[in-house]
């Protein structure tokens, strides 16, 4: 029986969560970019945690997790591709806020576009679309 379970695969059911690094003592802007500018609800961090700074954010069914990276460099290419229902709301939003919109080729079906967090993290935003008749 042993030798069954070591010759099977894991079964992936999604993501449960991102970690996006920040650098220390920024959480307060973090709340203001991913909770009150993208409006994502902060969730509490474990007890356990919490010493180590940072927050935490729900994201649809998953989680964005804002960790606190002493030598912190921000990520160019790495980056989330974060969902939408309404991309062009958004990225006026963004626009409003002084945020600057990366336009990219759209990929078959996803209307999209990229910017940066306060951190000079990369963010791409999508949203599903509908092919024209």
């Given amino acids: ?22 650098p220390p003592g920024s959480e307060e802007q973090a709340r ?10 902060e969730i509490e961090k474990p007890e356990n945690l919490k010493a180590r700074g940072g927050c935490w954010f729900q994201c649809g069914a998953q989680e964005v997790h804002i960790g606190i990276q002493p030598d912190f ?9 974060f ?17 600057l919109i990366s336009e990219e080729p759209p ?3 996803r209307a999209r576009f990229f910017t940066h967090d306060p951190f000079g993290n990369r963010i791409e935003f999508l949203e599903y679309v509908k092919p024209s008749c």
Wanted: hydrophobic share 50%; glycine share 12%; no cysteine.
């Fill in 73 to 81: 460099v921000p990520a160019k290419k790495a980056h989330p591709g």
């Fill in 107 to 109: 990929i078959a079906g």
């Fill in 32 to 41: 203001a970019f991913y909770g009150m500018l993208l409006g994502m609800q």
């Fill in 1 to 22: 029986m042993k030798g069954d379970v070591m010759t099977m695969k894991p079964l992936f059911k999604g993501i449960d969560h991102i970690q996006i690094a920040a």
């Fill in 83 to 99: 969902t939408v229902d309404s991309l062009i709301v958004l990225k006026r939003q963004l626009e409003d806020a002084g945020y």
